[in-house]
């Protein structure tokens, strides 16, 4: 369609700013805003057709002349901004469905292929503006800030990047659950049973490192990714396991990693330990989570019966470089998939002996049960120490050494 005759036939709706009429051809031309285009379409028609030029003189029926307010909007988001610390930022806006309905019946009408929506034209001028006046740098795919617009309510909401720390932590007290565990009784509002707190358990890896660094950043809430996790009475030692920390709504995003460290290991003394911090990015929690590492445990384990030494040794012989089957086991099954899971062995040895006790080192495939490797879950995991050996054991003791880790395959990105 020529410019003339879409000028003419985008004119029968109602009066039309230059950025809306414009946008109806964005995809045209580069280089040039769409007021320019507008304008240019105005002064195109009036040369052509040899009519009066005819500038916008009432409201615009689309838009409502919201291009007379970027400046005031660019100012409303500059204020939301305040004490909020940030490099980058975008614009995002929520437009009022009769706006968005309005552009799109033209379109529609007119078959036209080549327009550009109103809200991309909206986050870019004032994106423009914000930048101009704050030094900030637009960025589109991995911004600090985001502001969005809500036109209809004339007010800015403004979301902030989470900031992501990978390190390795070792815990060091048996009782500490990974995460925040909400009382089973009331779910987390608060009960007789939880004291009122709406926890299971006080405390969890998840808050003795995430809760000194809130004031710093200035955050509302850090949440715990770990490489796995070890049950709740096992201890983390050795290396520490991989974990990174999620730390959600900061108002401040600068910190030094060592001043951080010693934020958390100094109210942690023979807790928590967290070594090795870094900044890390989200893209690396899914990394982490999908990372099937091995993972080395010592284990203390009270067999029935005197057994000797030789007899356990040909016994550990027999399931080191085994396949395992385990049915998920009896203790975890309220809350996970009943199936068959296949896992290996990749080495298993007697190290030593406390009182009639033996430990033992296993390196397994993640998702390996140490537990039921031992006790063998009433025939659920097999083979098992309890079924080579033909009488019962168990752990009586579970230490986690040795969880490999992202840091180990691959190097990280910044915050």
């Known amino acids: 369609m020529e410019l003339t005759e879409l000028y003419q036939k985008i004119s029968e709706y109602g009066e039309i700013c230059d950025h809306c009429l414009g946008r109806m051809v964005a995809k045209r031309s580069f280089g040039l805003s769409n007021d320019q285009r507008g304008l240019g379409i105005r002064v195109s028609a009036a040369l052509t057709l040899n009519i009066p030029f005819h500038p916008q003189q009432e409201t615009c029926w689309i838009c409502g002349d919201f291009f007379k307010t970027t400046d005031l909007w660019a100012d409303r988001v500059i204020q939301a901004f305040r004490g909020i610390e940030g490099k980058t930022f975008v614009i995002g806006s929520k437009v009022p469905p009769l706006i968005s309905e309005s552009e799109e019946m033209v379109w529609s009408d007119l078959g036209l292929s080549d327009p550009e929506p109103l809200k991309s034209e909206i986050n870019r001028e004032v994106g423009k503006l914000v930048a101009t006046k704050t030094g900030l740098a637009g960025d589109t795919k991995n911004p600090d800030l985001i502001a969005l617009l809500h036109l209809h309510e004339e007010r800015v909401e403004v979301q902030i990047r989470s900031l992501f720390l990978y390190g390795r932590y070792l815990k060091y007290e048996r009782g500490i659950p990974q995460t925040h565990w909400a009382c089973s009784k009331c779910k987390g509002t608060g009960c007789d049973a939880c004291n009122g707190t709406g926890k299971q358990y006080l405390d969890s890896v998840e808050e003795l490192i995430g809760r000194p660094l809130l004031p710093i950043f200035k955050a509302e809430k850090a949440i715990l990714h770990g490489a796995g996790r070890e049950d709740i009475d096992a201890i983390m030692v050795g290396s520490g396991r991989p974990f990174i920390l999620e730390i959600m709504h900061p108002l401040t995003r600068e910190a030094d990693l060592k001043n951080l460290t010693e934020a958390i290991n100094s109210v942690n003394k023979d807790r928590v330990e967290v070594i090795d911090l870094q900044w890390s990015q989200r893209s690396e929690v899914e990394t982490l989570k999908n990372h099937k590492g091995h993972k080395k445990y010592r284990i203390l384990v009270d067999i029935d019966g005197s057994i000797p030494e030789t007899t356990l040794q040909s016994a550990l012989e027999q399931l080191s470089g085994a396949t395992i089957r385990q049915r998920t086991p009896t203790r975890v099954a309220h809350r996970r998939a009943d199936k068959v899971r296949e896992r290996g062995v990749l080495d298993i040895r007697y190290t030593g002996k ?27 995991t097999t083979p098992s120490l309890t079924e080579v050996l033909k009488t019962p054991a168990r752990v009586v003791q579970l230490d986690v050494i040795h969880v490999e880790g992202i840091d180990q395959v691959k190097s990280h990105g910044t915050s």
């Open 354 to 380: 406390e009182g009639n006790n033996f430990y033992l080192e296993v390196t397994g495939e993640a998702g390996l049960y140490i537990k039921e490797l031992i006790s063998g879950d009433q025939g659920r």
